[in-house]
């Protein structure tokens, strides 16, 4: 019992290095934009799926598509941005209109985005062999797509961290975050950086579902549960704080290892009491202010 | 009495509405063999989508927790069948499956109701999860079954079940409309807190009209379960049944009571019509529609029908006016 702690510690960093990118972008979008995107999960499930097609389709190496489709997510977040929600957000007489309007934009895009990849991919889940081969690292024997996987998802959370902290943009953005009248009144475009900002929550999405693509099988029906564990993280590390959403992530992710190993029925309901208590004794997370 | 009078909106509708009811109780006498369990469906869907929207129409608390009450009247009526035989008289078996919802959204509703929109909404949605767990966990462990089945009703039978609830459901949205409860849960849709300042006891008003909705949920979910006569809890707890009565509400319009009404109908009988062929086409299509009201229709269907009501008022009344003129010339 005691060899597989190292390996049930390495999977849980794994699985929550991708719940923390799932995690960073719902928490962008709506820390920021203020749109609750119930449709995140089926973006991370879309890029997973195109990731497959265009390995099996021209042959390019997955680590190539991360590129490829954070890119093309980005542009369509910030184009999803500056038609629809923008138009919404304009058109609401308050914010908790706007609020709720945006979530259910996003509810039917949910619906738009999961139809569009049954009729794309439809059938059984797929699989795709990516470096698919053992590795032993510190004694414990690891896929090397895992470590691939997990070494990029820190490389881009890290990365996006300091865009956040350490630029103009990410400066600007966090100035909208706070508070987006007085952000404007200083110079800032906020239509731009809300559009840009729901850009890179997609583009987030995009580069956990290539990552999710290379380690597991993907099936169209996957969307929903990352919704829902992107909830669940963002509750946890606070609604509105990316190093919250990091941690948060890392965190669920342990805490679903070690539950997959001893009671795999359990794993749901336990992340479920957690966010009802979390919900009920702190809603504002661990790093979130009250 | 003219024509004006009678005309009213506060005479035709209550006929209107008789006939319907009558029409529809009077369905299985001359409708072709296979029309009885679609319109069942339709109902069925209808009556998801109003009482959807008894919650969170006016208090604007976005529920995504409807299939975990209607898995529950489902597994209600699952439990209370045994050997294709049921252990109370049908009707209490509905009862029962309502009832169970009904003390679900209490205890979900008095620890999560105070919570603001977003919060609720984020957890409502896992509520399902949650339930259908819980209930794997029951049977797995527990009474070591996989699923049940569940004796069959006659189809007619569960029409006139399914009509009588949808009427009960109606008439309790109209008198809420028309009570403080429903003034109560107005205001706390446009402004929570001067809302609980004037003395509404805003988490009581919530809790109730949230139980009171899923009362429905379950009743209905507890009269399905006899026609799908095969129950586990995968099949009971299904995301589909939280997010369709969102949808058809939404495209149908929430500020209208008929809403829904004809939102649940467009739906249910659009994918009956292009389910079978395009399924996948036909959820691409509705969600685009919902993306659509969204953007340029916030009133939903139904506020193109008020729309068009009132072109269709005017136009009477300038010529009931431009007749009385004529009537005065030639006198």
Redesign the interface.
């Given at each position: 019992m005691i060899g597989f702690i190292p390996k049930i510690i390495f999977n849980g960093i794994l699985t929550g290095g991708i719940y923390a990118l799932v995690a960073m972008g719902f928490t962008l979008q709506?820390g920021v934009a203020r749109v609750?995107n119930?449709a995140h999960g089926e973006f991370i499930m879309f890029a997973a799926f195109s990731t497959l097609s265009l390995y099996v389709l021209f042959g390019i190496n997955p680590l190539l598509s991360l590129a490829i489709v954070a890119l093309g997510f980005w542009i369509i977040g910030f184009l999803l941005h500056s038609t629809?929600f923008r138009?919404?957000l304009k058109?609401s007489p308050s914010l908790?209109a706007f609020?709720?309007?945006s979530?259910?934009?996003a509810?039917?895009?949910?619906?738009?985005i999961?139809?569009?990849a049954?009729?794309i991919w439809p059938g059984l889940p797929w699989r795709v062999t990516f470096l698919a081969y053992p590795i032993r690292i510190l004694g414990v024997q690891v896929m090397a797509n895992q470590v691939v996987a997990l070494s990029f998802a820190i490389g881009i959370a890290l990365a996006f961290y300091f865009f956040l902290m350490r630029t103009r943009m990410g400066k600007a953005i966090r100035a909208a975050a706070e508070d987006r009248a007085t952000a404007g009144f200083m110079g800032i475009n906020t239509d731009r950086v809300l559009a840009l900002c729901f850009g890179l929550g997609a583009a987030l999405a995009g580069f956990a579902g290539v990552l999710y693509s290379m380690c597991y099988s993907v099936s169209t029906n996957m969307g929903?549960n990352y919704?829902?564990i992107a909830?669940?993280v963002v509750?946890l590390g606070g609604?509105g704080s990316v190093p919250g959403a990091f941690i948060g992530g890392l965190i669920l992710g342990i805490i679903s290892e070690i539950l997959n190993w001893t009671q795999p029925?359990?794993a749901?309901?336990a992340f479920?009491v957690i966010?009802?208590i979390l919900?009920?004794v702190r809603?504002t997370g661990i790093m979130g202010k009250s | 009495m003219n024509i004006a009078t009678f005309a009213s909106k506060r005479f035709l509708v209550p006929v209107v509405l008789v006939l319907i009811v009558v029409l529809l109780a009077t369905a299985p006498l001359y409708t072709a063999l296979g029309t009885i369990p679609l319109m069942t469906t339709i109902l069925m869907y209808i009556i998801l989508a109003v009482s959807w929207t008894m919650f969170s129409g006016p208090t604007?608390y976005?529920s995504l927790a409807s299939a975990a009450f209607f898995g529950c009247g489902i597994y209600a009526s699952a439990l209370l069948f045994e050997r294709g035989a049921a252990l109370l008289p049908l009707p209490a078996v509905i009862v029962m499956g309502g009832l169970a919802a009904s003390c679900f959204a209490i205890i979900v509703g008095l620890?999560?109701l105070r919570?603001?929109?977003?919060?609720f909404?984020?957890?409502s949605?896992?509520l399902l999860?949650?339930a259908r767990?819980?209930f794997?966990?029951y049977e797995?462990y527990v009474t070591g079954v996989r699923g049940r089945y569940v004796g069959n009703v006659d189809g007619n039978t569960v029409y006139y079940i399914m009509l009588a609830i949808l009427v009960a459901t109606l008439l309790t949205v109209y008198f809420i409309r028309r009570s403080r409860l429903g003034l109560a849960m107005q205001g706390i849709g446009k402004n929570e807190e001067a809302a609980a300042h004037m003395g509404v006891n805003t988490t009581k008003v919530k809790v109730l009209t949230f139980a009171l909705s899923a009362f429905f949920m379950g009743a209905t979910g507890a009269i399905v379960a006899t026609r799908w006569l095969y129950v586990d809890p995968t099949i009971a707890f299904n995301?589909n049944y939280s997010?369709l009565p969102?949808?058809m509400a939404?495209v149908g319009g929430v500020g209208q009571p008929y809403g829904p009404v004809v939102g649940g109908f467009a739906f249910a009988y659009l994918r009956h019509v292009l389910q079978s062929k395009t399924p996948?086409?036909?959820?691409?299509v509705?969600?685009?529609?919902?993306?659509l009201v969204?953007?340029f229709l916030?009133g939903g269907l139904a506020s193109l029908i008020e729309r068009g009501r009132h072109r269709l008022g005017g136009l009477m009344s300038k010529l009931w006016k431009g007749d009385q003129a004529e009537q005065h010339a030639d006198t």
């Open positions: 709506y609750l119930l629809l138009k919404l058109s908790g609020e709720s309007s979530l259910l934009a509810f039917g895009l949910l619906f738009v999961q139809a569009t049954k009729i929903m919704t829902l909830m669940i509750v609604l029925l359990f749901m309901p479920y966010f009802i919900l009920l809603p | 604007g976005i620890a999560t919570l603001r929109g977003i919060y909404t984020m957890f949605f896992g999860e949650l767990r819980l794997q966990y797995f995301l997010f969102l949808l939404i996948y086409y036909f959820m691409l509705f969600g685009a529609i919902m993306v969204i953007l916030p």
